[in-house]
């Protein structure tokens, strides 16, 4: 509706001009005018520039209907507005009443709804000749896409007078309760330009609002959307995010990547450029739980984390939780990264295609049953090869090849106007060889069925089944008589039912269970061909990981609000599988063997309570403070002795002789918005164990071992920091910096370790970076340019260096030798990037609409240190410092929207 | 309706990674220790350096030899060989025979204090048997080795090691040659178109047979011979000596070859401390090194001929034309690097022909005039 009356007509009508006298002639928007004044109606026209009509100033309705009935325009008039369309009269029989959830009668069970679509209407909320007697009435509210029929999640609904606010869930839904009289509610969110309804409200009801996204506020619509969920939220720590807003982001190589995106927020860090894997407050990559559409994606990179195994073309929206993760999540100790697809447009086909150098991708949206049933499909796929001829000589793959392609799909059917049901598709593949004889691959898919039920005003559900897969093989040839796979892979099926419940209009509760079934074909090494290999299988480990969450979100007065959350998280290895006993007390270890042992059924049971709880109190209706403790159990290891995710990383679970991570956290923070809500000021902070840590002894066999745990050490960790953030919302300077001091430590302080790392002594991680800025920010010389700047600032990440030097007589050189882990750090790392952008034109008859991002990546030309290292040459022990990205890095990027 | 198609174009596009030198000034780390290299092998001179660590710092090329220690070998029967200092740090020890039931150990008394290795008995090592593929007529060649079948169940590591011996003989055998000294043309009292090059194994090569068929080497490769050099052009022959190692001395040789050539990479680990077995009494004083023990070492060495391998080296040996012999004198030629590749003097006249000295004498490719002993 806004869309039409935001129409400027443009065209002449020749038919109407032709009949009429030149001095009767009257100007489109005097029309327009003429004729609300004369009749008191708001008017909306698509009829042309000029018109010629008789005594203009006394101009009727009836007038202008007889004047259009020869034309092909027609009058409609809908919520008291007049609608002139050409070719067809608008439809206003959409019942501005209609009885809610088929219940029938006039009795109190009939609750009215109204469809409120426009920003300039007051709309009537209950019954206007029977009016609540009671003070305060419920308000049950959807909020949809007006062009889609999607619900819309995540938009803020504020009544300033008094203050109430509500967020609309998962199915756009929100409650609220307010005042009996006028009410204006402002309404912000994602996607969507800042707007407001206006209500006249007599009596419990329901309303439906119905929005439309503008692309062109993204940028600032998602710092929005984080300042109602810092300040008004009870989450800690949690950020949420459109890939859209990638557009505006310099990226290496051109290629929008939603986990570099997350790398912008403070307290993610990475070891280096390029590498895949992300480090959320002092924790290890593998800490980590990364969802796609409620299923788990083991490895998210394509080519060694140059670029992220999600399209960005496929992703609707994110959400990072490195604090307060709700109950409903689990099974990692350190984040949750959900990420979820888009869904097709229901109304009208389209999509959109890219070519570059690097990739290319392709996306469909195909309504299937016109507001019923879509389908989402998109494709990328590359052609990289030359990319691997520039990596650094160092990097070891400089004459390999790679390649990757990946798939999605969402089949989404709106059931009716309660129940929905999804289906959620994804695969990628990625192969790359060093030479002939040495070739690597791994896949990700993901498969899974979502429904999800608005059961009643007070009680929703969605439930969830799938699959996930990961696989990876590595096959070495060069030798026949050695030539060999080595291959891994984990399925998972997985069931998960949540329901949302709001016992009143101040408390909600969720609750729900969770439960995977892992079978991970932990390990083959097959020979091929003529090899002398024995085939060599680890045995299938198998587990259930079930948990049942309850979650409470409770606002206790108007300044005040709770979440308790208790998961009770359960997880029974099991067999058939062969395992070794140990000594009792003793590490394990071949000499501390007691025996081997062959069992069926569960082998070994954990189980244990993990707690989720934050609070909110409001200082000031700008100002809260909110602090929050978690706890959090780890069933499932990444088992890798580098500090970053690689392509040959293999995963372990629990089991009798391997106990699960486990981490707590306690953060707290002050949130302030300025009183024209323009600035953002946030300071987070945090303290985190985490014990039971896997890490592996110096020369530790990790693939195909049969008793890991004998190359396993239990590691402590603690980490502490402190974030500063800055976030401004509009104008033509908008954007975010950040400032964070974090540590983070680890420690081998088992006295029965012969030689723990650093002699048992605290030591810094390799992605203990304590100093580190971030600036994100962006600058709109006018509606449609703009220029946007990244900075990064950390200090140089912890790396062990030698400790001296000896000559080694056997090899007839000198060697470096080492003693202390991480006892230096690589120098300071600072990068600057730069994009100019220029957005499409606002001529919305216009086919082509084309948008431009011109950029230099790392614009600085600093030669970032990804690693220093040493080895010997010409007599002497030379250090060496690696750069991923060495010089600028310039890109260009253009958008044709049609 | 909205579409949108949208063109990544990576335009200038440069990817400009690098590998640069880097000279900071690094915080003095923990020196002085003690290095220990050498292998107690039964019935065998067994040599012993003892030198220390110093600083990354110190540019100096002179080695911080040992020299004034006291080490021997002793067993858990109460057998001692003790050692006799050859110098800069070397201590050379006739061990005798080794029990395979007794423990054997290292013991090193040096500044006042006393180093031991762990007490170990020693590791037999099975026959050995060579061969050798070549799996493509453009690529090097592969030496294999086997090793003989074991009742033992548990993984073998070995420790290998190889030496590479091979004939070259240029196309050219001249009688005469130009005698710089002289500004001559004399006449030879030898050949110079033959020789024979030995190089040495200069890195460490490992090999278990934990994914072996039968807990045996089989055709397990122990290093590749470059086709394209005169490796493969007359005769080649190749030694290759196996030991058997603990697996503690296996991971101790793993992270000394990680630290040894593969740093730096994105995926690679980083560098940790050697897991040494030599600890001193004290605890205090650190030392670096990995003593092993073993009954014996195999070896084996395999001879391999031109008609069994494609090689890929190409020799140019054109003479000069008779234009370049008149505007050279014999001083210019040999300045030049060429020498005569034939020479004949008639009555009537004589035949001259220069060529590339690498086409004449054997040296100039890196051979030596020495026979080796077992050369057939």
Not at chain 2, 109 to 118: H, L, N
Not at chain 2, 293 to 304: D, G, P
Request: charged share 20%.
């Amino acid at each position: 509706m806004k869309k039409i009356a935001s129409i400027i007509i443009l065209a002449l009508l020749p038919l109407l001009l032709s009949a009429q006298n030149v001095n009767d002639s009257i100007r489109a928007y005097q029309l327009v005018e003429q004729l609300q004044k004369n009749i008191g109606k708001k008017v909306y026209s698509l009829i042309p520039d000029t018109m010629k009509i008789k005594n203009p100033q006394a101009i009727s309705l009836d007038q202008v209907k007889d004047v259009l009935k020869n034309t092909n325009y027609r009058i409609s008039e809908y919520n008291g507005s007049l609608f002139i369309m050409p070719g067809r009269s608008l439809v206003t029989d959409m019942p501005a009443l209609k009885q809610h959830k088929g219940q029938q009668g006039n009795g109190e069970s009939f609750i009215p709804t109204v469809i409120a679509a426009n920003e300039n209407q007051v709309y009537e909320i209950g019954f206007k000749n029977r009016p609540s007697k009671e003070e305060k009435v419920a308000i049950q509210g959807m909020v949809i896409n007006f062009l889609t029929g999607e619900p819309m999640e995540g938009i803020q609904i504020v009544c300033h007078d008094p203050l109430v606010t509500a967020l609309t869930g998962m199915d756009g839904l929100f409650h609220m309760e307010l005042p009996k009289g006028y009410r204006t509610l402002e309404i912000r969110g994602m996607d969507i330009k800042d707007t407001e309804r206006k209500f006249q409200v007599f009596s419990d009801g329901i309303a439906r609002i119905e929005l439309e996204e503008d692309e062109r506020m993204l940028q600032e619509i998602v710092i929005e959307a984080g300042r109602v969920q810092s300040v008004r939220s009870t989450q800690i720590g949690m950020e949420k995010f459109k890939p859209a807003l990638l557009k505006n982001i310099p990226a290496a190589l051109g290629e929008s990547d939603v986990l570099k995106m997350i790398q912008t927020l403070p307290g993610v860090k990475s070891v280096g450029e390029a590498s895949s894997g992300y480090n959320v407050r002092g924790g290890s990559t593998d800490q980590n739980l990364i969802l796609y559409n409620n299923g788990t994606v083991y490895n998210p990179s394509h080519l060694f984390g140059l670029f992220t195994a999600f399209n960005s073309d496929m992703i609707s929206d994110a959400e990072l939780y490195k604090s307060s993760i709700p109950a409903q999540y689990g099974g990692r100790i350190s984040s949750v990264l959900s990420i979820s697809s888009k869904e097709a447009n229901k109304e009208k086909a389209q999509g959109s295609a890219s070519i570059g150098l690097l990739t290319s991708k392709l996306n469909l949206e195909l309504p299937i049953v016109k507001n019923k049933l879509s389908l989402q499909l998109n494709g990328r796929t590359t052609y990289s090869d030359w990319i691997m001829k520039k990596l650094p000589e160092k990097s070891g793959y400089r004459d390999g090849t790679a390649g990757f392609y990946d798939l999605g799909g969402v089949l989404s059917w709106n059931i009716n106007q309660h129940n929905k049901f999804n289906i959620y598709g994804y695969y990628s593949n990625d192969h790359f060889s060093f030479s002939e004889y040495e070739k690597y691959g791994y896949k990700n898919m993901n498969f899974s069925a979502e429904w999800k039920s608005f059961i009643n005003e007070r009680l929703s559900s969605a439930f969830s089944a799938g699959y996930d897969h990961y696989d990876y093989f590595n096959d070495k040839t060069e030798v026949a008589s050695e030539a060999a796979r080595l291959s891994f892979g984990i399925n998972q099926f997985f069931f998960k039912g949540n329901f949302n419940y709001r016992t009143h209009e101040n408390n909600l509760v969720k609750m729900g269970l969770n439960s995977i079934l892992y079978n991970i074909q932990a390990g083959t090494y097959e020979p091929l061909g003529i090899s002398k290999i024995k085939l060599d299988k680890l045995d299938p480990e198998k587990a259930l990981e079930t948990a049942i969450y309850l979650d409470d979100e409770w606002e206790v007065t108007e300044k005040l609000s709770l979440n308790a959350g208790i998961r009770l998280s359960a997880f029974q290895a099991m067999g058939p599988r062969t395992y070794n006993k140990y000594a009792e007390g003793q590490l394990p270890s071949i000499s501390t063997l007691k025996e081997t042992v062959t069992e069926d059924g569960i082998i070994k049971n954990y189980m244990g309570p993990e707690f989720r709880l934050s609070t909110r109190y409001t200082i000031m209706d700008n100002m809260s403070l909110k602090a929050g403790f978690n706890t959090m159990r780890q069933y499932i290891h990444k088992v890798s002795n580098t500090s970053i995710m690689s392509p040959t990383d293999i995963w372990k679970l629990s089991d009798a002789n391997i106990a699960p991570q486990k981490g707590w956290q306690l953060a707290a923070g002050l949130y302030y918005e300025s009183n024209d809500r323009n600035w953002e000021y946030s300071l987070e902070t945090y303290y985190k164990k985490m014990s039971d840590y896997l890490n592996y002894r110096n020369s530790a066999v990790l693939l195909m071992n049969h008793h890991l745990e004998t190359d396993v050490i239990s590691t402590n960790g603690y980490a502490y920091g402190v974030e500063l953030q800055v976030k401004k919302s509009y104008g033509k300077l908008n954007g975010w910096a950040s400032y964070s001091y974090s540590r983070t430590f680890l420690r081998q302080d088992d006295p029965r370790v012969a030689n723990p790392v650093n002699g048992g002594k605290w030591f810094p991680t390799e992605y203990d970076r304590p100093h580190e800025f971030k600036l994100v920010s962006n600058y709109k010389f006018t509606q449609r340019v703009s220029l946007s700047c990244n900075f990064d600032y950390s200090t140089g990440r912890p790396t062990t260096i030698p400790a001296g030097q000896y000559y080694d007589y056997a090899l007839k050189k000198k060697q470096p030798y080492y003693t202390d882990r991480n006892s230096y750090r690589l120098p300071d790392y600072m990068r600057m990037d730069l994009s100019f952008n220029l957005e499409p034109g606002h001529h919305l008859t216009r086919m082509f609409h084309t948008s431009f991002s011109l950029g230099v990546y790392n614009v600085l030309g600093r030669k970032n240190a990804y690693s220093i290292y040493y080895v010997e040459e010409q007599g002497k022990i030379k250090g060496y410092k690696l750069s991923v990205f060495g010089a600028p890095i310039p890109f260009l990027t253009v958008n044709l929207k049609f | 309706m909205k579409k949108i198609i949208s063109f990544l174009l990576l335009a200038v596009m440069v990817f400009t990674s690098c590998v640069e030198e880097y000279n900071a000034e690094l915080p003095e780390g923990e020196t002085d220790l003690l290095v220990v290299e050498g292998t107690i092998i039964s019935d065998s001179l067994c040599t012993f350096h003892l030198t220390k660590t110093y600083s990354l710092n110190n540019t100096s090329n002179q080695i911080p030899a040992v020299n004034n220690a006291f080490v021997r070998v002793s067993g858990s029967d109460g057998t001692v060989w003790k050692a006799i200092a050859g110098g800069q740090g070397s201590y050379s020890i006739p061990v005798g025979h080794l029990n395979a039931n007794t423990e054997y150990q290292l013991e090193i008394e040096a500044d006042g204090v006393t180093y031991t290795s762990t007490p170990q008995r020693p590791v037999s090592t099975e026959n050995i048997n060579l061969s050798f593929t070549q799996n493509k007529p453009e690529e090097n060649v592969q030496i294999l080795v086997s090793t003989a079948p074991t009742n033992d169940a548990g993984t073998h590591y070995y420790k290998m090691y190889y030496e590479e011996d091979w004939e070259v003989i240029t196309p050219y055998d001249p009688t005469y040659e130009y005698d710089p000294r002289t500004d001559k043309i004399v006449e030879m009292d030898y050949h110079k178109n033959r020789g024979w090059i030995h190089t040495n194994c200069n890195s460490i090569i490992l090999a278990s047979t934990v994914n072996f068929s039968g807990n045996q080497l089989q055709e397990a490769k122990v290093y590749s011979a470059p086709i394209d050099d005169t490796r493969f052009t007359t005769m080649y022959a190749s030694l290759v000596k196996v030991r058997s190692i603990s697996q503690g001395e296996y991971e101790y040789e793993q992270i000394r070859a990680q630290i040894s050539s593969e740093m730096g990479g994105l995926f690679t680990p980083q560098p940790s401390e050697l897991p040494t077995n030599i600890s001193s009494s004290d605890k205090q004083h650190k030392a670096i090194g990995y003593i092993g023990i073993s009954s014996n070492v195999s070896q084996q060495r395999m001879f391999i001929y031109p008609r069994d391998v494609n090689s890929t080296y190409k020799q140019i040996c054109d003479v000069l034309s008779d234009e370049d012999l008149a505007e050279n004198t014999p001083k210019e030629l040999y300045q030049k690097g060429y020498q005569i590749g034939n020479y004949e003097v008639f009555p009537t006249g004589k035949i001259e022909e220069w060529t590339k000295d690498k086409c004449v004498d054997a040296r100039l490719l890196g051979a030596t005039f020495y026979r080796p002993e077992f050369w057939p």
